[in-house]
């Protein structure tokens, strides 16, 4: 069934190459991908729902290595919606990307809080990296429909340090410490 599902991205992704500004119709992508509507209907509901699944394969696989830091995730994400084909589908991130991202995001944010070593409890470590991703999510969303906003280093570099400093005042705030 995935496979299947790949196919229509892909056959989106070359319409979509092939005329940027255009429409996209089930018909077209049905078409360009060999199958028929009932075949689409079958794994989407729309168009909006075939791009939803885009976005959320994408960053799935960018969030699939545990091993790898939460600014390297950031960098990764702004990446994606910076490539030609894709740029323009992120303006249909919906709640349950973000929620993906939120989920993916917060725990390596929590293993970061947790290797500074203050003695914090696991509740306030959650509270402050998902108000952190929560924070990141809002400015993301801005920032891509915001077409004057598009140097992606740039706009990771920022999100990455937003999330520092939520990460340093949440330790200042609910460190037995302080």
């Known amino acids: 069934m995935e496979g299947t599902k790949e196919i229509f991205a892909e056959a989106f992704r070359r319409l979509k190459v092939q005329n940027p500004d255009g429409k ?6 049905a078409e360009e991908a060999g199958f028929d509507r009932h075949t689409f209907y079958y794994h989407f509901s729309s168009v909006d729902d075939l791009i939803s699944w885009i976005i959320d394969s994408k960053l799935l696989t960018i969030f699939a290595n545990d091993d790898v830091s939460w600014e390297d995730i950031i960098h990764s994400a702004v990446s994606l ?5 894709w740029s323009e589908l992120a303006t249909k991130i919906n709640e349950s990307t973000y929620a993906l991202m939120i989920s993916k995001i917060t725990p390596f944010i929590e293993k970061d809080m947790a290797w500074h070593g203050t003695a914090m409890e696991e509740k306030d470590i959650r509270l402050i990296s998902q108000s952190a991703v929560w924070a990141v ?5 801005s920032w891509m429909e915001n077409p004057d906003w598009r140097d992606e280093t740039d706009m990771a570099e920022k999100l990455i340090r937003l999330i520092r400093r939520y990460i340093e005042s949440g330790v200042d705030i609910f460190s037995s410490k302080a």
């Open 24 to 29: 996209i119709t089930v018909k077209r992508i």
């Open 137 to 141: 999510s809002g400015a993301f969303h």
């Open 81 to 85: 919606f910076m490539d030609d084909s």
